[in-house]
T-cell receptor, first 110, second 114 residues
């Protein structure tokens, strides 16, 4: 079945550092790919998405590019802020409910 | 603009007790979902409802039942709670389940079974 693998956390960075959170997937067909973010005590919120190969999703300074050849959708941000501290989930869907990765906790220190 | 509303926020049950988690959305979405979130395991799908009047099992349906009461409401029932069901439960909705539309989540219900 479909699956998503994320790098384990926590990832601890200083403010203004560069962020990469790795995500790879296994799926038959051509899934859509998503990054969701969960702030403490809240539900998940959609951060960005890409629906086909080579698409780049972007939002709030975060970017991820759908790489079919490497089955990856890595999340990047050039300069993180303390307010970016949260848990980030990579997910995929193929005409059904989302399949999530296990999440990566990001801690940004001032 | 409420979005997806879940009740209760917290619940403690004894093993064998039953309870229903409530979920309602005001976005006129067709599809609704129940997930559980456990440490190190991300979110796993329990049940979903692609449209009013239909429900389907997800990845971990055992020990749960659901009811799509109407287009707005989708409840999750634990008939006989077990400690393994201690988790945070999230309800979500989307415009539909066909066109990969994004999910909108509630803030979760933290359930402890002792």
């Amino acid at each position: 079945g479909d699956s998503v693998t994320q790098m384990e956390g926590p990832v601890t960075l200083s403010e203004e550092a560069f962020l990469t959170i790795n995500c790879t997937y296994t799926a038959t067909g051509y899934p859509s790919l998503f990054w969701y973010v969960q702030y403490p005590g809240e539900g998940l919120q959609l951060l960005l998405k890409a629906t086909k190969a080579d698409d780049k999703g972007s939002n709030k300074g975060f970017e991820a590019t759908y790489r079919k050849e490497t089955t990856s959708f890595h999340l990047e941000k050039g300069s993180v802020q303390v307010s970016d501290s949260a848990v980030y989930f990579c997910a995929l869907t193929q005409r059904r409910a989302l399949t999530f990765g296990s999440g990566t906790r990001l801690q940004v220190q001032p | 603009n409420a979005g997806v509303t879940q009740t209760p926020k917290f619940q403690v049950l004894k093993t064998g007790q039953s309870m229903t988690l409530q979920c309602a959305q005001d976005m006129n979405h067709n599809s609704m979902y129940w997930y559980r979130q456990d440490p190190g395991m991300g979110l796993r799908l329990i049940y979903y409802s692609a449209s009013e009047g239909t429900t389907d099992k997800g990845e971990v349906p055992n020990g749960y039942n659901v009811s799509r009461l109407n287009k707005r409401e989708f409840s999750l029932r634990l008939e006989s709670a077990a400690p393994s069901q201690t988790s945070v439960y999230f309800c979500a909705s989307s415009v539909d389940s066909i066109n990969n539309s994004p999910l909108h989540f509630g803030n979760g219900t933290r359930l402890t079974v002792t």
